[in-house]
């Protein structure tokens, strides 16, 4: 069974720096992009990066580039998201998920708050 364990959100001033972990099982880290979506209240689902650990290649929304960074611990099983000069509207519920193509996957969340 796929399962994430997602932690490290929290409440941080604009500006500051969080970093959300996401404890994955039940795949082979490798066997599918892994990474995190969010969801603000009042706005639409929004992916905001992927790793596809195999060959290195990742993704980030325009939203997010530069300022995020994923990575991955296969041997921990953990991906990461370390999120610098966070603004307001990074708010949102953050979810680590698979894409497996034929479902998405994804954990509980992990709640981020930037306040102005």
């Known amino acids: 069974e796929v399962q994430f364990v997602e932690s490290g959100g929290g409440l941080v001033q604009a500006g500051g720096s969080l970093r959300l972990s996401c404890a994955a099982s039940g795949f082979t880290l490798d066997a599918y992009a892994i990474g995190w979506f969010r969801h603000a209240r009042g706005k639409a689902r929004e992916a905001v990066s992927w790793?596809?650990?195999?060959?290195?290649?990742?993704y980030y929304s325009d939203s997010v580039k530069g300022r995020f960074t994923i990575s991955s611990d296969n041997a921990k099983r953990t991906v990461y998201l370390q999120m610098n000069s966070l603004k307001p509207e990074d708010t949102a519920v953050y979810y680590c998920?698979?894409?497996?193509?034929?479902?998405?996957?994804w954990g509980q969340g992990t709640q981020v708050t930037v306040s102005s």
């Open positions: 790793l596809l650990s195999r060959d290195n290649n990742t």
């Open positions: 998920y698979i894409n497996t193509g034929t479902t998405i996957i």
